[in-house]
């Protein structure tokens, strides 16, 4: 069972089709059911897709009837019956449900903060049905989930995974059921390399903003034109890019050292100190240019208005790290 929705704190999403990555288990990869809270009235339908990284793939593995939904104070489960369905092994799919395919309405999705799941995060898109869905890349809610449950099996014997992602005679998926570069990859992203170079090889990320002044979103994802800023990077080999972030704040010379002010300090020369904030997110990344939303919140937490550093840092299939690179900005009210 993967379940994404405690903590979730009533926060929603305005995606029209809205769900969540999943790293399908090694030996129970028989999907039955999967379920996702609404908040809002509206007529959706559960999909299954095959995930590359950056959007859906393939076609439909899955897609259910639609079912209406009616708003609840907590949200409401909707649940998706797919009637067994066989994955592959350690391959990632999205799971998610929409008011696209032939659904109306705002359904509202709940999700949290924090990255209570390893092996998946959130994801959206404004695409108006499948071809889309499949064609251009989707947004991703930076460190959240949805409010995501989902029931795998063992399989039978016999069973077959359904799909393009049937694992060769090597043990390695194949097609668009390969795991893509998020949470913990179990085989090394398509375009990042493999074998010995992947252990001498770091991977290079340069990156830059939209915008260094901004505000920030009061709850989850937030699409008002002023809130939050676009953070481009590059990558020279697909992966994972983690995010940290530091605030401004002022301190007491002790030494050779910027310290804490207290007060045995309390008259000694002023200086400025970057204290991190509690909290981070990843993404993944594919070779080449990337770009991710930034919502100024971090750890399920809205930054207060004052000046920060954004650190953000590449990581390989094989753990190999690049340098850091590093961005001011500021929160304004």
Not at 93 to 102: I, M, P, Q, S, V
Not at 307 to 321: E, P, V, W
Request: proline share 7%; glycine share 14%.
């Amino acid at each position: 069972m993967i379940d994404a929705t405690a903590g979730h704190d009533n926060s929603t999403g305005g995606w029209p089709t809205w769900g969540e990555t999943v790293t399908v288990p090694a030996t129970d990869s028989r999907l039955t059911t999967f379920s996702l809270l609404l908040a809002g009235d509206a007529t959706v339908r559960g999909e299954v897709y095959a995930w590359d990284g950056t959007k859906a793939t393939g076609p439909a593995l899955y897609e259910g009837p639609l079912q209406s939904v009616t708003a609840t104070p907590n949200g409401t489960e909707v649940v998706f019956d797919t009637g067994g369905l066989n994955l592959t092994p350690g391959g990632h799919y999205a799971l998610f449900a929409t008011t696209r395919n032939g659904g109306s309405g705002d359904p509202g999705f709940r999700f949290q903060g924090g990255d209570p799941y390893a092996g998946g995060y959130a994801v959206g898109t404004y695409g108006a049905a499948s071809a889309e869905w499949t064609t251009q890349n989707w947004e991703f809610a930076g460190a959240y989930e949805t409010a995501l449950k989902a029931t795998f099996v063992n399989p039978s014997p016999t069973d077959t995974p359904t799909g393009s992602g049937t694992p060769t005679g090597s043990g390695t998926p194949t097609g668009s059921g390969t795991p893509p570069a998020t949470g913990t990859p179990t085989t090394p992203p398509a375009g990042g390399p493999t074998g010995a170079a992947a252990d001498k090889i770091k991977p290079v990320l340069t990156s830059s903003l939209s915008s260094s002044v901004f505000q920030a979103a009061g709850a989850g994802p937030e699409f008002a034109s002023k809130v939050g800023t676009n953070v481009y990077f590059t990558a020279s080999e697909a992966g994972n890019v983690s995010f940290t972030v530091d605030r401004r704040t002022q301190g007491r010379k002790v030494g050779t050292k910027c310290t804490a002010k207290t007060k045995a300090n309390a008259k000694n020369k002023r200086c400025t100190r970057w204290v991190k904030v509690k909290g981070s997110f990843t993404v993944p990344a594919k070779q080449g240019a990337n770009k991710v939303k930034f919502r100024g919140r971090i750890g399920g937490k809205k930054l207060t208005p004052g000046r920060y550093r954004l650190y953000s840092q590449a990581i390989d299939s094989t753990g190999m790290k690049s340098k850091v690179s590093r961005k001011r900005f500021k929160i304004v009210r």
